[in-house]
């Protein structure tokens, strides 16, 4: 016999109401232009011409190009691990003096812009390594040193201590316990840790773009030097299209690792640090964090030092110019570093304001609306599988013929910096739905409250934590995003990055001295935002997490 | 039959609560989004040009023209003093960079007249339907040989004059060097590590350069750039970089061999600190290629008529004779008279290269894309 | 009187109520007592009407409630875990039932106030129901439960994880509430003697 329908449930029109408007956002702004990317790929001039296009993307150049992105990922991606293992177990197991504000460094890092990534390496390299494959294998491994130390970090921290005394004590030396115990254990953390900075790294375009000068590209830099550069707009889609295919394979694949991970993670109790022992131990715990420290802050330190040299030394004349970057009388590079940091902070302002209500609402239509619920989910997160440049190249293609020409709007790059962020709020709020007991409901609706009010009085209020945090995480991405903005951006609008880029490929003292003048402030206003975020939430307790324990 | 007056004004006045609230949201908008001025309505396209004293061109340029403090800045003032049209100057970068973006935005620019889109650009500018043809009145007094790049008066030539390399001539002075004097000098171990020149994907002056080498070596120029990356050449990305920042003369660089202009050296004499009899940097007559500059209507402009009356004036005498001493190149239109500091020390070299404009069309891809894997990779 | 007229409940394959029935008038406890995992908790979900049924009736002084959702149900029940509001203090969870019903905010905290007295809980209004003992709690979600003038309680394993002191008191308590207010109440329960003691009639489930 059929199930009767539940009575209780949403309204199917209340429901709808709520995806409305995410699925406008997928279809208009990220569906619709993907389209126009294929027909542009696969039109004439494309792989259907099977001329000049395909012919020119089969070249060797094209395969060195590919080789590179790949290579330079998976060398990152190694080095990464192998780098932040120590710093991994340090934090995970031990109590020390600056152990939290290595973590938030370490994070705080993870969430800077590339392009101020960028500008610390430039700094920080000794003059012919400047721009060089080792700076921007250097400047990966920082940026992504928080994944293995909280990925990795987490399951050590899961990791009973007694398993590696058990093997101890049948005789297995410290090196031969930390290759046939802790890596196996440790094997699925690793791997999601790897997937994800193989992603980042492969994908890779700012640092690629500030650190790799004219001949060193990845696929992304490629496709944004085809498109832009070239005006071979043609070649420039079917590369996005094959390189969207990879990613749409590996983020498959890395939530399905990621998963395996979770499983396994859940098993064990977490163990609390506990200060080092002996005088070793100590001396250890100590180097491997101050080690770490100067990894992660000497590029930015170095940055902002040289933001105030000059030709004649000590100077504070790039801060004091930072309007004015004039050649010779009359001739400038066209650069307002106000005016960019005024668009910067209003994208930033649009893009949260935008990201939070959409993956707001996007997240309680998942939550409620079932199956349905998960097609939209699987659409929200097709954009984390697009790559920016990928995002704003489509956008720029799509909306280029009247009446839709929306090239010239001032709101088209906060879009674009939303649907990079979406995905993030949707996963963050989802989260913390999905710990909402579903009896909560059954409880109030026992009181009276029909299924909306029931909904709207104990579903909604978890909302606000989820959506701060994820406000901070959008609006840090939004004043760092540059891969859609290369391609969105208008002379005369154009935000920090955007500037910082342009000042950085010059290679006069003054220009690059204003260039890391600049890239401090952009660095100091995403770390703020962050922090501010964090110490709001500090400040209130998340009903969740009262609630569990 | 009566309505009560008093339950009548009431609606009206919540109505009128109503729609206040909405002009306010509005104006918040609008005010949070003081960059886009799209409520403005285009001017309506009318043979008769009408005095529109409130409206702005914008004129898009490449990053070594001036934005204030020349001749060429005072001519534009003149230009709006008499038309009450203000115009404004958009720096777009190189001018391989300025022709990408405005073919993205080809229908809707970023500005609403482009200035200097040379002749080893233009085709890309034409084929994007970046342009909208206009003809300015005074065009007649341009010669037909600057033209070929553009037919159908797609574009409009403004300048023209010659891409060479130019020599720091006191610095090989100081050393005792003799200057090389041909595109194959420049190969010589002596002269390593001493050119800079621009990456023709994005400067105009780069890709010329890259076009003289085609011209001078046919199809061994690939060998030739091969050399030359042996011999340590520099490459920026345009050519304020190249010639400000790091060419000995006039950047303080470490590179006196630069790819810039024929008339180059006129600039150096009227920038010098002291007077000077002789330009302190020479030109390499035999690297020189002959390039024309473009300007036109970017298809699409807000501002139809404004955008007309500008391009009439860019070619005006006005504006020409202030071309020579800002921008060192010879103006297009025929019969200008030229200060006396620029035919001095100004070179119009006897024979440059000149490469044919659609085989410049056909191969400008193939032969970037060559080229930075010879340069670059 | 509540009617509950051969209900079938079943997630997937698995029958959990087949053809179920039973009878409670009002001023009656009716125990339900069986091991865990029987479908007592089943069971008083589809009363209260979050548990969707497949078959049969639900039936309230002659109403059928099989089709109406739970908030019309005029049902109220006291949670084997509680399920205090996290986000809400004490007296804003009793409060609550009133606020949907409209009440103005002080007259259903005051209404709410005199019901955490009778339950033992005066003073306790602005407590975060996080700090609650587990005795605290189940009182605050059994006032919860009575503030909302239910013509039936649903009381699932109320004294569950209390000391026996607690345990003794408050049976008697509420047996004496439910008396006082005039309604039917189920009680389930896995503990026998815990059955015999509060109700007039005990069901059997296994």
Known sequence: MRQRRDPNRLPPAFVAALGVVPVALVVVFYLFPLTALIGRALGPGGLRGLGDTASSLLTPQMGRVVWFTAWQAAISTVATLIVGLAPAYVIARYRFVGRQFLLAALTAVFVLPTVVMGAAFIAVMPGPLERSVWAILGAHIVFNLAVVVRLVGATWQHLDPRLESAAATLGAGPLRVLWHITLPILRPALAAAAAIIWLFTFTSFGVVRVLGGPGRTTLEVEIWRRATQLGDISAAALLSLAQLAVLIALVAWSLRTQRRSQVSLSLLPQRPQRRPRTGTERAAVYTIAAATAAVVLTPLATMALRSLRSPDGFSLAAWTNLGSSEIRPGIRLGIDPWSAIGSSLQSALWATVLAVVIGGLAALAIDTAGARGRILDAGLMLPLATSAVTIGFGMLIAFARPPIDWRAQWWLIPIGHALVAVPFVVRTTLGVLASVDPRLRAAAATLGAGPIRAWREVVVPFLWRPLVISAGLAAAISLGEFGATSFLSRRGTETLPIIIERLLSRTGTVLQAQAFALATILAVLTTATVAAVDALIASREDPVDAHRR | MTTSPTSRSRSHVRSHVRSVAILTAVALMAAACSNADDAEEPDVVDDVLVDDASSTVTLVAYESFPVADTDLNSALESFSAQTGIDVEILIAGDTGTMVSKAALTAGNPEGDVIWGIDNTFISRAIEAEVLEAYTPADASAIPDRLRTGAPGGIATPVTYGDVCVNVDLGWFAERDLEAPASLSDLTEEAYADLLVVQNPASSSPGLAFLAATVAAFGEDWPQYWADLRANGVAVTDGWTEAYYERFTHAGGGDRPLVVSYGSSPPAEVIFAPEPLAEAPTGVIEQTCLRQVEFAGILRGTDNPNGARRLLDFLVSAEFQSALPLTLFVYPAVDGIELPTEFVDHAIIPADPYTVDADLIETDRADWIEEWTEIVLR | ?206
């Not at chain 3, 509540?2 to 109520?17: A, C, F, M, P, R």
């Not at chain 3, 089943?42 to 209260?48: D, E, M, P, S, V």
């Not at chain 3, 919860?144 to 308590?173: C, Y």
Request: glycine share 8%; aromatic share 4%; proline share 3%.
């Open chain 3, 1 to 206: 009187m509540l009617t509950v007229d051969e209900i079938k409940v079943s997630y997937g394959e698995q029958v959990i109520l087949d053809h179920f029935s039973l009878i409670v008038a009002d001023r009656e406890i009716l125990a339900v007592h069986g091991p865990s995992g029987c479908g007592k908790s089943t069971l008083l979900g589809a009363i209260a009407g979050f548990v969707p049924i497949s078959h049969g009736r639900i039936l309230l002084d002659g109403t059928d409630l099989t089709t109406m959702p739970t908030h019309r149900r005029q049902i109220a029940m006291v949670f084997q875990d509680d399920q205090l509001f996290p986000h809400r203090s004490v007296v804003d969870n009793v409060a609550f039932a009133a606020q949907m019903a409209g009440m103005a905010r002080r007259e259903r905290r005051a209404m709410a106030s005199e019901l955490l007295e009778t339950v033992g809980l005066g003073g306790f209004d602005q407590r975060s129901v996080n700090e609650l003992s587990g005795g605290e709690a189940k009182r605050v979600a059994l006032a919860r439960a009575l503030a909302a003038s239910p013509r039936v309680l649903l009381l699932d394993e109320p004294l569950s994880g209390l000391d026996p002191e607690l345990h003794g008191r408050l049976s008697t308590e509420i047996v004496g509430i439910v008396a006082a207010a005039g309604i039917a109440a189920i009680w389930v329960t896995h503990d026998r003697a815990e059955a015999r003691t509060v109700a007039d009639h005990i069901i059997e489930m296994d």
